[in-house]
Each structure stands twice: as structure tokens, then as C-alpha cells.
């Protein structure tokens, strides 16, 4: 096995994150394999798998205790993604736990953790995350979804696309433009909760892969929503997204090294027992030299992800390693996985071979959450600041010097 030469995990280095390994791990043969096949037809994970989850303490692990959470650091937030990749298990529980929640826990009233927090704690409720619309989502900036101020609440018009739960979901964190066409003209985040008149949501989306995860439009048609609902500061929500949005691309990256192992796993497994030419794979040193690459690039990204999980539990994660982690692990699990799928030949083109479920969800990893574009965007606007700010203070001392 691959975590037979893995070098130990620092971010994961207590009892109880072997602990929690374990029983996650049991969890998931018991309560999801036999069911998974079930909700990749329904393109969805039922409404009981999410309040099992939530029993068992494997959502919002990093909440505070107060509201319902595991009390725990972000280290073991991590390891719950990792592991469900690991085994084959990909739905929103990153959206829900590892991005909506942090939301409201940092910049929430105590108000909307109490209400919001402990009910996402025990899968009661379910919530997605609204950035994305038909004609904005890598220039986010460019939304149009408005929220009108009348006094006591907001009139919500406007659309979403490929929202994550957004049609198991109870409520959406969404990034909305206050006071369009005004000096105050702004994004501001507003919890808009589903039972609320207007808000609907189109049938989840036939997608290429990740199946079992609904992905769907949201239409706000005049939708109120009380100002108890806005999330933080009005006007402040671009602000708060870049703030976030390096946790949610460590999140990726670390899915993608958790789905990773776990394919390089199967493929270990799947070469001894396959045989052509009166061998088994395994003995033919393309398929040794192969997977011994496969490891060992694993083993590279996991490093540096394993550094940045502990950046991230100490609250010191920048935007650049955000960036780089989603970067550089999610184009690993693509090449890791592209290697696996011709090694298992024909069956590896087949669903029901987790290698081909695999495959098809490698692909999204490098679009979502910003595409792997807007990554290399982030890392060169770091790389080449000081060159620009140099530029700009010579336009700026010549365009001076023609005025005088
Ligand atoms: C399965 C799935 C789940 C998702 N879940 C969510 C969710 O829960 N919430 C949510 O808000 N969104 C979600 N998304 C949306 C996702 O974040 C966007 O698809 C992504 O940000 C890209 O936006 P876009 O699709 O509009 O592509 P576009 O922005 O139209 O980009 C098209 C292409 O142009 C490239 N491009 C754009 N701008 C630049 C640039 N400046 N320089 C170089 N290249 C550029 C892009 O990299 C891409 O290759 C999800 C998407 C999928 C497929």
C-alpha cells in the first residue's frame, strides 16, 4: 500500500486523528458503499446520510463547541475530507463544513451561529454556497444577482449556477450586489434561506462525474430577505471571499491528494491480481516504474499540503498557497489518475470500476473553486507585484513631470 512508504503525516500526528481515521473509515464501507451506485442515480446523497454524518461528529468538526461543532482544530476538518476521497465518497460536506459554516463562524452575529452553525452540526440543515452565476464566475465581480434594501429586509432577484447542495440545501451563503447603481454599489453575503417565497432551484445537473454531489441553478424571483440575514458588513463580501477562498482551494487540494492515494491504492491492488501473458501486471516494469512514479509525486504534494494544513490550523495559510495547493495537487490526481485508468485496460473505462468514477471526477478539480487559470492568475500577481509597483510609480512620477 502506498501508506506503507508515506512519510508520517505532521498534521495529523495525534491519537485521536487515528481515531478518527478508523472510525470514519468504517463508517463509510458500512453506510455509503452499498448505497453509492443508489445515489449516483439519484445525483444526490440522501437527507439521512447528511444527519448520520452529523450523529456520528464528522460535520463541522472545527466549529466552535458552543454551537454545536467537534471543538476541534482545522487539522481534523482535513482529515474528513482526505479520508471520505480516499474511499470513493465525493459530495458537498467541503461546501458545508469546511466553507459555508467558516463563513458565518467568522463573520456571523451570534444570532446566525446559533441558528445557522448548530443545525448545520447535525445535518439538520445543509448549506451551499452562492458565487457563481450564468455570465460570472471566474470575474466574480461581475454579478448580477441584486439585493434591493427595503428598510427591514432585502429583495433578492437574480440567479445562481452550479451550486454545490444547492438542491439538497435548506439555505444559501450567497454573494449578491447591494445598492446597484449607486455610490454604495457593493457585494454583500446574505443567508437565503429556501423556505422563503421565490427561491427556487432548477433539477441537479447531469454532470460528467462526482454524481452522488447535487450541483443546480437557484432563482431568487423578489425573494425577501430579513437584514438579520446579511452576513457581516454590507458592501464588505469580495473582501470576505478572498479571505476564505485560500481554505476552500487548500480544501481541493487536499481532496485531491485523498483521492489520489486512494486510486493509487485500488490500482496496487487491481495490478497483482490482473494477468496477461501469463503475469500478473504488476510484474511487467512499465506498470512497476508507473505506479512507483505515481507515489512518488503523491508523496511530493502531500508534503507540501501536509505544511500548508498546519499554516491553515494556525490561521497563517496565504492566498498564494491556497492557490498553489489547489494548483499543483489537482493537476497531480489528474496525471495520477490518467496513469491508473491504462493500467486497468478496458475496465478502467468502465463506471463501475472506481478508477473511471475517479477519472471523470479528476476533471472538475481543476475548474472549480477557481479554475487552475485564475490560480497561476494569483500566483503571477504575487510574483510580479513589485515589478508593477515600480511601473506605476514611474507612469506615475512621468505623467507628473509633463503636468508641471
Ligand atoms: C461540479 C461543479 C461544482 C461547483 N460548485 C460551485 C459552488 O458550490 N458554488 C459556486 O459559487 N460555484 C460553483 N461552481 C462554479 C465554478 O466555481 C466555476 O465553474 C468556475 O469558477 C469557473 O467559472 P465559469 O464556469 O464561469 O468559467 P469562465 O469564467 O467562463 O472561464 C472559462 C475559461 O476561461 C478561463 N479564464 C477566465 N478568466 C481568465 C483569465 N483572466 N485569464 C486566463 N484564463 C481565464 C478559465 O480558466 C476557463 O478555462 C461549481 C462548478 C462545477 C462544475
Redesign the pocket.
Known sequence: MYSDIAIPRQAYNTEEHQMLQAALDEFIKKEVHPNYEEWEKNKMVPRSFWQKMGEQGFLCMDMPEQYGGGGLDFSFSALVLERCRYQGLDF?IA?HSDIVAPYINRYGTEAQKQKFISKMATGEWVG?????EPS????LKALKTTATDMGDHYLVNGS?T?????FVCEFCCCAVRTNAGTSNEGISLLLIEKSADGFTTGKPFD?IG?KA?D?CELFFDNVKVPKENLLGEEGMGFKYMMQELPRERLGIGIEAIGSAEGILDKTLQYVTERRAFKKAIAEFQNTQFKLADCAAEIQVYQSFIDHCTILQKDHKLTAVQGSISKLKATEMFSKVVDECLQLHGGYGFIWEYDVARSYAAAR?TR????????MK?IISRALFSDFYKKNRAKQQAEKALISN
Do not use: R
Open positions: 458537498g461546501v451551499s454556497i452562492g458565487m457563481s460570472a464566475g471566474s470575474d445562481k452550479f451550486i454545490t447542495n444547492g454532470k462526482a454531489q450541483t472538475v475548474i472549480y473553486g477557481g479554475t487552475n487559470e485564475i492568475l
